[in-house]
């Protein structure tokens, strides 16, 4: 019951332990690590240039442990995107013979309801289409901006198409319950 009175007045995610925002206080307010992130992350994980990025419904880049974000060139990230243990997104890279200083290059761009499998590695300038999950450990270095499918590899490459009439159905459904959900918190209120 606490914690229910906790989580609605402080605006808490409820699919998340009370705990974890606990630890992202200490490590925000008290050591100063990631302060400049709006949204709640692990403690494992760094988030660089935040103000660049732009996320989707109920998505939170870097809650997983030990995910390295670079928004150096800017990220965008889709609705209900997930992204695992270990992720790297890196927007930025080093020129090659001064690595002071940063190449420029297009923003990764995520689509949504995707899935980033932990240790997955996604590289400056690359956009994923809706739907896709990228595998454990896998490395996108080239852009699959079709979506419907599972990416696997260094290099990714795709190793299965989705039924894209099911992630369409999904869509809805999943719509249906956000929308469900906003009235039910707005009614007990």
Known sequence: ?????????????TDVPVHFYLAHFFAKHVLRQNRDVSWAIHFTSTVYFPDRIT??????????PNNFID??????IGDYTN???GVGLISGNHDTIDNSIYTKHPPIRIGAFCWLGMHAVILPGVILGDFTTVAAGAVVTKS???????????????????DKAKCEEFRKQ???HHFQQMLKHKQES
């Open 71 to 76: 928004a150096t060139n800017g990220i965008e």
């Open 55 to 64: 996320r989707g419904k109920h998505v939170f880049p870097g809650d997983s």
């Open 83 to 85: 992204i695992g243990p």
């Open 1 to 13: 019951m606490l914690k229910r009175v906790v989580q609605r007045v402080f605006r808490l995610r």
């Open 174 to 176: 999943k719509g249906k």
């Open 144 to 162: 699959f901006p079709e979506g419907y499918g599972i990416l696997g590899g260094n290099p990714a490459k795709v190793i299965k198409l989705l």
